[in-house]
């Protein structure tokens, strides 16, 4: 492997991993949930309601999850700043506007297709706010890494 390609590699998954780690962490503070919640409700994208009665296993399935998801956002963003070399010029603006990308993907796209509970989820301006700002903070780490 050519030092490039482990320079990219290493920062696909340094990015990847380090931004969906914190992310399951800022999920669990936002929401006052454990962290044992929160990867529950990530596997329900995939197990559905059934994720909350099924332990630890759909913790691990969870946060596999989690860490697969975070790994292709991180290698999108990566392998597109080779292309466009603007994103790794302006990491802070640049993976803050990325991070509202993944924040809209995410709700319009990811969660209804996916069989995420529970569907519908009362909306309230703080959290939308505290959840913007967390996936900004994602796109950030994904962008100077």
């Known amino acids: 492997m050519s030092r490039a390609a482990a320079r990219?590699?290493?920062?696909?998954?340094?990015?990847?991993?380090?931004a969906g780690t914190v992310d399951i962490f800022v999920a669990a503070a936002i929401n006052h949930l454990r962290v044992g919640?929160?990867?529950r409700?990530?596997?329900s994208g995939l197990l559905g309601r059934a994720s909350f009665s099924e332990g630890q296993?759909?913790?691990v399935i969870g946060l596999a999850l989690q860490e697969l998801m975070s790994l292709v956002i991180a290698a999108i963003y990566i392998l597109a700043s080779?292309?466009?070399p603007l994103l790794r010029r302006r990491p802070l603006a640049l993976g803050a506007l990325y991070g509202v990308g993944i924040l809209l993907v995410m709700n319009f796209v990811v969660v209804p297709?996916?069989?995420?509970?529970?569907?519908?989820r009362p909306i309230h301006l703080e959290a939308v706010l505290l959840n913007?700002?967390?996936m900004i903070l994602f796109g950030v780490i994904v962008a100077v890494s």
Request: glycine share 6%.
């Open 82 to 84: 080779i292309r466009l």
């Open 8 to 18: 990219i590699l290493t920062a696909i998954v340094l990015g990847g991993l380090v």
């Open 132 to 134: 913007l700002a967390a």
């Open 41 to 43: 409700a990530i596997a």
């Open 37 to 39: 919640v929160i990867l």
């Open 113 to 120: 297709l996916s069989a995420a509970w529970p569907k519908h």
């Open 57 to 59: 296993r759909s913790m």
